[in-house]
């Protein structure tokens, strides 16, 4: 079987297995609130269930389309049905996919890649679910005896160091998509000074498409 023939066959079976059991999840996800509703007889009025959907996807709406989007470079396929089943995907999926590409020198869309970024994912599902147990049991104990300064650091940096580590990481091997990709959201923000759901579409999808012309243009030139 030809590389291609396997990533078809790979695509097939991740979306066979993939889509319903996402569905299934987020079906599965309402269980407790109409179990509440059902036993409390609690039923809230659908203008206040919509009316506060509303006010999450004003907020969070971008992320429905720009998420999937940018992340799939490092998370694959597969990777991107387990990364949006199991959750921590910007602070524990993506970086670990991003490594495992890095470490196995895997090029972004190949079988290889897919892979690699599928089974560094699972071990970080595994590693977080054994941790997540772990600090349930003890991790307010350890936190109560840490100097305030560390826990503020590990509340309020934690997630933005991750982020700055996993920039870096391709900062290196994409310079110029990077100095773009910074660029453009501190322009943006210190000029028109657009909405948050604005500044992150604009930025994502500016940088894809920079560092699509970058692509074809080194394309053309060999």
Request: aromatic share 12%.
């Amino acid at each position: 079987m030809e590389n291609k023939e396997l990533m078809s066959e790979w695509k097939k079976n991740s979306i066979r297995i993939g889509t319903p059991t996402n569905l299934l999840a987020a079906f599965t996800s309402f269980i407790p609130v109409i179990w509440l509703c059902i036993t409390y007889n609690c039923w809230p009025d659908p203008k206040v269930v919509l009316a506060g959907w509303g006010m999450v996807a004003l907020s969070f709406g971008a992320f429905y389309v720009v998420e999937p989007i940018s992340y799939y470079a490092a998370l694959g396929l597969t990777g991107t049905y387990l990364s949006f089943l199991s959750g921590n995907i910007g602070n524990m999926r993506v970086p670990c996919a991003t490594m495992a590409l890095e470490t196995t020198e895997s090029e972004p869309g190949t079988l290889q890649a897919e892979v690699a970024s599928t089974m560094a994912i699972c071990g970080s599902i595994i590693t977080n679910l054994i941790a997540t147990t772990a600090a349930v049991l003890v991790g307010s104990a350890v936190v109560s005896v840490l100097p305030d300064v560390i826990v503020s650091a590990l509340t309020k940096y934690a997630a933005g160091a991750i982020f700055g580590g996993t920039f870096g990481t391709y900062a290196l091997k994409y310079p110029k998509v990077a100095i773009f990709g910074m660029g453009l959201p501190l322009i943006l923000k210190f000029t028109i000074a657009p909405p948050a759901w604005v500044l992150i579409v604009v930025s994502v999808f500016g940088s894809l498409g920079f560092a699509r012309l970058l692509y074809v243009k080194e394309k053309k030139a060999a």
